[in-house]
Structure formats: C-alpha cells, structure tokens
Nanobody, 125 residues
Framework: VQLQASGGGLVQAGGSLRLSCAAS????????WGWFRQAPGKEREFVGA????????RYADSVKGRFTVSRDNAKNTAFLQMNSLKPEDTAIYYC???????????????????WGQGTQVTVSS
C-alpha cells in the first residue's frame, strides 16, 4: 500500500493550494483519510480528517473555516483544499489512512495505519 501526496508549493499569504493524496495497492473506500502537518522543530499535528462515508469531517481549530478535506472514493484519492493561507501554515503536509471503522474520524496520529511521504507547503508573508 502506498500513499502519494502532491500539490505542495510556495504561495503568498492569503493564497490557496489544493493537496491530493492518491492511494495504490488497495481500495481506501472504507478508510478514514487524515491530514497532518509538521513544521520545523515541532511535532506532527492533526489538520483535518474525513470519514469513509464522506459525511463526517473534523478539523483542527487553527484551520477551521479555511481548510476543507474531501475524498473521491472512485479515484482512491483524498484532497485538502487550503484557502486564506498564513505563514504559520508552512509545514510538510502528510496524508494518512485509518482502516478502523470509527464513529468519528480520528485526530490521533497513532490511529492511522498508512502514511504518505509528505509534501512541502511554504507560505510567504
């Protein structure tokens, strides 16, 4: 199983980026998709996640209202739409898959079984 994240880059504050994460090797149709990020010198933190039905999403307070997680099960792909970006959003962004069927998408790193390699997002002021 492999997760391939893409879409990162350099953007000015206030701009937008859309990250993608494509899964290969098995279907992620019943998995929760999560996004995490890690800034230099900091721990990896939760950004957002979406349940396998697509009906339940949750976000970190720091990105709520600016970021949106979505998924396309037919394409085995998840997305992270990031709007109104701020310099403090600069980090490596990781996608992850959780194979456990939970009532709510998890925000815990330990609950995710598969991880992508990360994509760099840099927001300039």
């Amino acid at each position: 199983v492999q997760l391939q994240a893409s879409g990162g880059g350099l953007v000015q504050a206030g701009g937008s980026l859309r990250l993608s994460c494509a899964a290969s090797g098995r279907s992620f149709g019943t998995y929760t998709w999560g996004w995490f990020r890690q800034a230099p010198g900091k721990e990896r933190e939760f950004v957002g996640a979406i349940s396998w039905t697509g009906g339940s999403a949750r976000y970190a307070d720091s990105v709520k209202g600016r970021f949106t997680v979505s998924r396309d099960n037919a394409k085995n792909t998840a997305f992270l739409q990031m709007n109104s970006l701020k310099p403090e959003d600069t980090a490596i962004y990781y996608c992850a898959g959780d194979r456990t069927d939970r009532t709510m998408a998890s925000a815990r790193r330990a609950d995710y079984d598969y991880w992508g390699q990360g994509t760099q997002v840099t927001v300039s002021s």
